[in-house]
């Protein structure tokens, strides 16, 4: 039998038997320990997508926006004028459950490397954060240390970090989730994509010196967390912003040069992946020359060399006449160095101290093997459902579930990323569903946000999925844009179990049913498996964290979630249902509700279109999208941010009249929206968007009072703003007080 | 009047700084890097904030040593106006143009919010269109800002009336509640002897369109508008 020769190697590789069988079947002969180690890498899951890149096939990609889809560093869209947005989401789960602070950190250097490949400017980060409960001492620590991490990092850069989500269940107390967004602002006419085309072209290494840091951070990034992940730590980069802002700086200045041909980040799997991407899109080869590399460390070998992932480092392929190019590198104080070349071979050909090391052809990097993967559905035991049980005082109820971390303000956060450099955010982090960022010289601005419920993805991963990213296309809208574009960034378990698989099959299918619906292609996209933790053998809760683009047509359209006036009418559009599944009233209750809410495609798309109208026809003063928390949490917050109060009858809420108070006011039902119109403009707006078909109803008027909820005999609800904005403001800096 | 913005190695607020200069304030003006600068050439300067030099070391020191801080350093003799915003103030006061120190903030992390500055004086060349006592709206976001001075040192800056700005309240008072980084008598900008050098922490620059600001005014513009000269 013709086994590869494994045992002789000193190398632990991560290669299936299969593969290996593979490997050497395209390569025709015995690898080399080298090119072991860079098929290892190259065909982990983190690199090659292997579990997940047919599926994904399965997302609407195209549409008239769309310059740039997956496949590329970033997606690229058209928002009008030339002016195009760049944006992609990443994960960095796996080193940010070992060094909290350190992983998240070097998850944004990534991510903004990604951007500027693009030839495009970074112009904000978001984050998609999920962490075990706060009661947790080990959880308050992951918190503290990725939030301590992004903002020391993403401040330095002066890039904003304008947006976010954070969400607390027990499921990631081990494995926390981080995902980073970034998104830029180029022009059409200069973008640049990652690929070497020209034979010739010089390859130039810039940036940080290579260490034998992140050697191997992404094979580590494809297994579960185990009581030995601790000694995975040394695989965990160390950032340095100070060096990546002049990356950042350097790079946008030697592009617009014209001599860069391409740009290409060096992230997971270091000099190996960036070579064998570039040059397989563009059907080329390299000759490189590992000696020329900077070093930051002694006698370090090919292996190391080409496997490092030392971060702030960026690939060049620059024109043969580029000297002005090495001009401006030199200026930055950037170190460089002239590796190779680009050929026509096709191959990776690496020497090191005059031997051939590496001779290997790109596409066989870059085109790893797909294993067979089952999809089983899980067996889920039916839980006999116990009554639920309501709590009989609803100022209380409200109160507590403000005070719940998932729906708490996220203030205590977002005060230490310096949102405002840039002088682009106009809504700020707060002020409204999403963040906004306009276009300076230019009467539009972006919208953007990232959503994700992972209680709804776990209880059916089609529907949640389907739900997230309704819901984040709701949250641009309540800004008053129109949603153009998505990305997203996947994290489930070991896919290599069946359940696990059959839930990631599901919320692809989920996510492009939705997508399709709304007519929002997704123009890339990232995956992290192996969020697990082999000491419980538990699963993170499914979740893909959705980043939504929306474009704003004109400036005066952006609408913040605060109340405006007393007097103004409050609309509810949208129908309210018996939908309290994976809500947060149950887990405040400790009810188990059968029923998540339903994504309804259609029904999202009429809300969503009649909300555009209405905003367009000026009707509209506030808008906010209902979601965790319901109703009365929707409408608290928007009393809160106004600092003014209001009167809701809960009869003219459009429900079914079996449904109690509680129901009522705390379902999570989707395609909601509560909007604020003048009294002027009120019939205006009711005829508008029934017009639509879509339920719109006035629930009550804005007052300067109290925030009250009554019926027709009784008050349900009434509260002092103060009283809410107590609970909903100090609960965070509560829990993490505690040590 | 021409302006020069000066741009160190890890200077990130330069692009804002000089897009206020020449898009809403339409003045001549500069992005110029710390090597190629010539203070000769020039009116008046901005330090823009950042994290120049990484803020390694410690904030705006090492940008402070600087052969570019020699030009502003003449400049600021000749009597040229001289600002110094965030990272800008760091150095002005690294490089011992403005008295003082700036430490980490009393709750030891970054903060980043729009505040209230009342203008303690008319009184320098950034100020002198702005009645004394007025409240301006401006974000701070930084991590070292704390003033901090010794007792006489902090009673010879009020006497001389070199306090320009204080964090104050609703009432427009100073008051702890209002002091967002542990400043001493909530000291949020002041300026030196011949009142033409002034370093701030808060950013006019990011006040000084409506549109960016939660109280649709424009209040860090009076400030820069006195490079108009």
Not at chain 1, 78 to 104: C, L, M, R, T, W
Not at chain 1, 147 to 165: F, L, M, Q, W
Not at chain 2, 11 to 36: I, Q
Request: with cysteine.
């Amino acid at each position: 039998m013709n086994i590869p020769r494994l045992e002789a190697t000193r190398l632990k590789v991560n290669l299936t038997f299969d593969e290996l069988i593979e490997a050497r079947k395209r390569l025709g002969r015995e690898p080399n320990e080298v090119e072991l180690g860079m098929i290892d890498v190259m065909w982990s899951e983190h690199c090659s997508y292997k579990s997940s890149r047919r599926l994904l096939q399965k997302l609407p990609k195209s549409g008239k926006r769309v310059i740039v889809g997956p496949g590329y560093d970033s997606g690229v869209v058209d928002i009008g004028d030339g002016d195009v947005i760049a944006f992609k989401i990443e994960s960095h789960n796996h080193p940010s459950a070992i060094e909290p602070y350190n992983g998240a950190a070097t998850g944004i250097g990534g991510i903004i490397r990604d951007i500027l490949c693009m030839n495009c400017r970074p112009i904000g980060l978001l984050d998609s954060l999920r962490f075990g409960s706060l009661d947790s001492g080990h959880s308050r620590w992951l918190f503290n240390n990725v939030v301590r991490g992004i903002a020391d990092y993403g401040n330095c850069t002066g890039i904003p970090t304008v947006s976010g989500e954070i969400e607390f269940d027990e499921s990631f107390e081990t494995n926390c989730i981080v995902n980073v967004a970034c998104i830029g602002q180029g022009r059409a006419e200069t973008l640049t994509l990652g690929r070497m085309d020209n034979p010739g072209d010089i390859i130039v290494l810039v940036g940080g010196a290579t260490g034998r840091d992140g050697v191997h951070g992404v094979t580590f990034a494809s297994r579960v967390i185990t009581e030995e992940s601790e000694l995975d730590r040394p695989a965990v980069q160390i950032g340095d912003p100070f060096t990546k802002k002049l990356v950042i700086e350097a790079t946008l200045e030697a592009l617009r040069t014209g001599k860069v041909t391409a740009v290409k980040d060096l992230g997971g799997g270091g000099l190996t992946c960036a070579l064998s991407e570039m040059s397989s899109k563009g059907g080329t080869g390299v000759q490189v020359d590992l000696e020329k590399i900077h070093v930051r460390e002694e006698g370090m070998s090919p292996y190391e060399l080409l496997l490092s992932e030392s971060q702030e480092r960026i690939l060049f392929t620059v024109a043969p006449e580029g000297e002005e190019v090495f001009k401006i590198l030199r200026k930055w104080g950037l170190a460089y160095s002239v590796i190779g070349k680009v050929t026509a071979s096709g191959r990776i050909v690496a020497k090191f101290r005059g031997e051939v090391v590496v001779d290997i052809p790109s596409e066989l990097l870059t085109n790893s093997p797909i294993p067979r993967r089952i999809a089983r559905r899980p067996k889920t035991t039916r839980e006999k459902r116990a009554k639920a049980q309501s709590m009989s005082d609803l100022s209380q109820a409200l109160c507590n579930l403000l005070s719940m971390p998932n729906i708490a303000c996220k203030e205590y956060v977002y005060r230490q990323y310096d949102h405002e450099v840039g002088v682009r955010t106009i809504l700020k982090p707060g002020d409204a569903d999403a963040a906004v960022l306009r276009v300076i010289g230019a009467d539009k601005a972006v919208a953007v946000k990232v959503d994700c419920n992972s209680s709804y993805c776990f209880l059916d991963p089609y529907n949640g999925h389907a739900l997230a990213v309704a819901e984040a296309a709701r949250n641009v809208v309540a800004t008053g844009a129109v949603p153009i574009a998505m990305t997203d960034c996947c994290n489930f378990g070991n896919p290599e179990k069946p359940e696990v698989y059959w839930q990631f099959k599901e919320a692809i299918d989920g996510m492009g049913y939705m997508l399709r619906g709304l007519n929002i292609p997704c123009v890339g996209g990232n995956v992290s498996f192996y969020n697990e933790d082999e000491r419980t053998g538990r699963a993170v809760k499914p979740s893909t964290a959705i980043v939504m683009l929306g474009l704003i047509e004109r400036l005066n359209l952006v609408t913040s979630m605060a109340l405006k006036r007393a007097g103004e009418s409050i609309v509810l559009i949208g129908k309210t249902f018996r939908e309290l599944g994976g809500s947060q009233y149950s887990r405040l209750t400790g009810n188990q509700h059968s029923n998540p809410p339903r994504a309804v495609a259609s029904r999202e798309r009429s809300s969503i279109r009649a909300v555009i109208e209405a905003i367009r026809g000026g009707y509209v003063t506030a808008a906010h999208d209902c979601s965790e928390g319901g109703l009365a949490v929707a409408l608290a917050e928007m009393a809160i941010k106004g600092n003014l109060g209001l009167t809701v009858d809960l009869g003219a809420i459009p429900h079914k009249a079996s449904m109690k108070p509680d129901e009522v006011l705390f379902s999570e039902s989707s395609a909601r929206f509560i909007l604020t119109t003048t009294e002027e403009h009120a019939g205006k707006l009711l005829s508008l968007v029934r017009g639509r078909g879509v339920a719109a109803a006035k629930i009550g008027e804005v007052s300067t009072l109290d925030f009250k909820v009554v019926t027709e005999n009784e008050t349900l609800i009434c509260c002092p703003i103060e009283r809410l904005r107590n609970a909903w403001q100090t609960a965070i800096p509560e829990l993490v007080k505690v040590n | 009047m021409k302006t020069a913005v000066v741009r160190f190695p890890g200077s990130n607020c330069d692009l804002d700084v000089f897009h206020v200069l020449k898009d809403v304030l339409k003045l001549e003006a500069d992005l110029v890097w710390h090597r190629d600068f010539a203070g000769e050439e020039y009116d008046s300067v901005v330090l823009p904030g950042g994290f120049s030099y990484g803020d390694y070391l410690r904030a705006g020191t090492i940008a402070a040593h600087s052969p570019a801080m020699e030009q502003v350093r003449v400049m600021a003799k000749e009597g040229k106006p001289v600002i110094g915003i965030c990272n800008g103030f760091q150095i002005l006061i690294e490089s011992g143009l403005l008295p003082g120190a700036l430490l980490r903030n009393e709750c030891l992390a970054f903060v980043c919010k729009w505040v209230k500055v009342r203008v303690e004086t008319s009184d320098t060349v950034f100020t002198r269109a702005i009645q004394k006592g007025a409240v301006l709206d401006m974000p701070i976001a930084h991590a070292e800002g704390r003033y901090v001075n010794d007792p006489e040192g902090l009673k010879e800056l009020d006497e001389n009336g070199q306090v320009v700005f204080r964090y104050v309240n609703n009432q427009s008072v100073p008051s702890e509640d209002s002091n967002p980084n542990g400043s001493m008598d909530c000291v949020a900008g002041i300026c030196n002897e011949d009142r033409n050098v002034v370093g701030l922490m808060p950013h006019p620059e990011r006040a000084s369109e409506p549109i960016l600001s939660p109280f649709s005014n424009s209040d860090g513009l009076r400030i820069l508008a006195a490079l108009r000269g």
